[in-house]
């Protein structure tokens, strides 16, 4: 008689090692354990569970990288999970992480080389999922930063909301993951293209949009804590000083409206 | 010994799908079972549909993940989590599953059956003391269908569960479908298996839908209760009284009024039991 521990590790392996792959993946010590009772043998019966096991998993990945899924159809991207599954068992008790090293799998393997823009646009679905559920915060308004006084500016350091994030890719994701939504696309091969965007939420809801080099060079900075000084001496790095100060106020402005920066601190 | 918690009537599962009901303040049911792991996150709409939820109505928190019955030791930063939930929650009570679904460190997401075993029940005791003990209340534990059973167990399911919550001394849901589901499985009778529950461990009753596959019933949840679980909840509430019920409805989820109708079926059939109970006592 195996020890409770044993009988554990060897149910779960069953499950787990070879996701998908049936009873000739099952520990055999593991089956002898089972009681074979009715209609159903006992690798029969684990195998219900192997089942469920994939199945529950398959579509955790599956909601959570849709467009990915999409993109590869039904057959590859089960095949897939299944090996990134062998691979990354969760380690969670919640499902919310266990697609977590998805994008990064995503990257290693060969036999997508015809999709090689899938590992962005599942870095960017990722993303959107961290935001989705991020710490909820209070925007700032734009009626806290004209109450601030002109003398104050300089030292004044903006700050996000938690529910941001800035995200780089090789590839122009955000018309990926729009042409992945849209059933009646037009099919050309997208080409490569350096694409900074950034991903946030605003109430419930989760936007994305792509960032010019101007907005990417101010984000860094704000993101690294600096002052407001030198978030527009950045800006001045790549623009004139008279483009620099029109950025600035039009930027300050859309981040108002898109709700990203944060409340400042009293 | 017995378990306390308050009575809350019929109610139904907190699901995704019925989110928007509770923006529009039109989700009325006595009471919201809500999936303790989904809400295990920082912020955004889940939270904010559970703040809606328990505005309207009292609430329970229903683990899947606590692997009670893991040979690992408890997740302790689960622990904190969930602790954190109650804070700021204020659940009338906390329930998981008499299983496991956990071990070195991994995670199935499945409710596994455990051996009906001495061993097995030292270490679910173990686990839901460690629980108690953190949380500082008792816990609910919830029988789970099950599709396989071993050769080392030395009792039937029943006196498993009812050894574990005398020697944790913490309560039980009992999920009189999950009942009928393993009793088909593998062959006992359900019947049984009630009358063996002590009632007063009893906190919580679960309802719920389930597939016939043919050689085996699948728990589902993703239809109407059948008239022969309908029996056995008739049973469970002649056995153990005026308990809150929970109909679970957790895949092909209807209209939030077809689920709803579910509880209102369990109500009236909660009080015909108790009528003729009462006519037989007076
Ligand atoms: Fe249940």
């Not at chain 1, 994008?103 to 959107?128: K, M, V």
């Not at chain 2, 017995?2 to 009471?31: C, K, M, N, S």
């Not at chain 2, 209807?254 to 007076?282: Q, T």
Request: aromatic share 10%.
């Amino acid at each position: 008689m195996l020890a409770l521990r044993d009988l554990q590790s060897r149910f779960f392996d069953s499950l787990a090692r070879q996701p998908g792959a049936g009873p000739a993946s099952f520990d055999p010590t593991f089956i002898e354990c089972v009681e074979s009772r009715g209609p159903l043998a006992a690798s029969e019966r684990i195998d219900i569970y192997a089942q469920m096991y994939f199945a529950r998993l398959l579509d955790v990945l599956q909601g959570d990288f849709s467009r990915v899924a999409h993109l590869l159809g039904c057959d590859r991207f089960h095949t897939l999970a299944a090996d990134y599954l062998a691979q990354h068992p969760s380690t969670h008790p919640s499902l919310r992480h266990l697609g977590q090293g998805f994008p990064a799998f995503l990257r290693e393997r060969a036999d997508i080389a015809d999709l090689p823009f899938l590992s962005d646009l599942a870095e960017l679905e990722w993303a959107r999922l961290t935001v989705f559920d991020a710490p909820d915060s209070v925007p700032l308004r734009i009626e806290h930063l004209q109450s601030i006084a002109p003398e104050q500016w300089p030292t004044l350091r903006l700050q996000t909301i938690p529910a941001f994030h800035v995200t780089r890719h090789a590839w122009p994701v955000h018309e990926l993951w729009q042409a992945a939504e849209d059933e009646a696309r037009e099919e050309s091969a997208p080409q490569p293209a350096p694409t900074v965007l950034r991903v946030w939420r605003e109430g419930v809801s989760v936007y994305h949009a792509r960032i010019d080099t101007p907005e990417l060079v101010a984000f860094e900075r704000i993101l690294a804590g600096e002052p407001f000084a030198v978030v527009c001496a950045a800006l001045e790095s790549v623009l004139s000083a008279e483009e620099a100060a029109a950025t600035i106020g039009s930027l300050l402005l859309r981040w108002i409206e898109d709700g990203i920066l944060a409340q400042l601190p009293e | 010994m017995a378990i306390a918690v308050p009575y809350l009537g019929h109610g139904i599962g907190l699901r995704t799908q019925h989110f928007p009901r509770l923006w529009e303040g039109t989700a009325r049911v006595d009471w919201f079972e809500a999936i303790t792991e989904n809400f295990m996150i920082p912020g955004g709409r889940p939270l904010a549909a559970l703040e809606k939820a328990r505005a309207a109505a009292p609430l329970v928190l229903h683990g899947v993940s606590l692997s009670l019955g893991s040979t690992d030791p408890v997740n302790t930063a689960y622990l904190e989590e969930l602790h954190a939930l109650i804070q700021r929650f204020e659940p009338a009570w906390v329930s998981d599953h008499l299983c496991w679904g956990s071990v070195g460190g991994h995670y199935a997401h499945d409710l596994l059956p455990l051996p009906y075993s001495e061993e097995a029940i030292t270490v679910a005791v173990e686990n839901i003391r460690t629980v108690q003990d953190t949380l500082g209340r008792q816990i609910l534990i919830e029988n789970v269908s099950s599709y396989l059973t071993y050769t080392h167990s030395t009792m039937p399911e029943w006196e498993f569960i009812a050894e574990i919550a005398q020697q944790a001394d913490c309560g039980i849901l009992l999920d009189v479908n999950n009942i009928y589901v393993s009793a088909f499985n593998h062959q006992f009778d359900p019947v049984a298996y009630i009358h063996h529950i002590p009632p007063a461990r009893v906190g919580q009753i679960h309802l719920a839908g389930h597939s016939d596959k043919g050689t085996y019933l699948f728990d589902t949840h993703d239809g109407p209760v059948i008239d022969p679980v309908w029996d056995l909840y008739r049973l469970a509430v002649r056995h153990c009284g005026r308990v809150s019920t929970l109909v679970e409805w957790d895949d092909q989820i209807p209209e939030f009024e077809v689920v709803r109708a579910e509880a209102e079926r369990a109500r009236e059939l909660e009080a015909e039991e108790l009528e003729r109970s009462y006519a037989r006592s007076a």
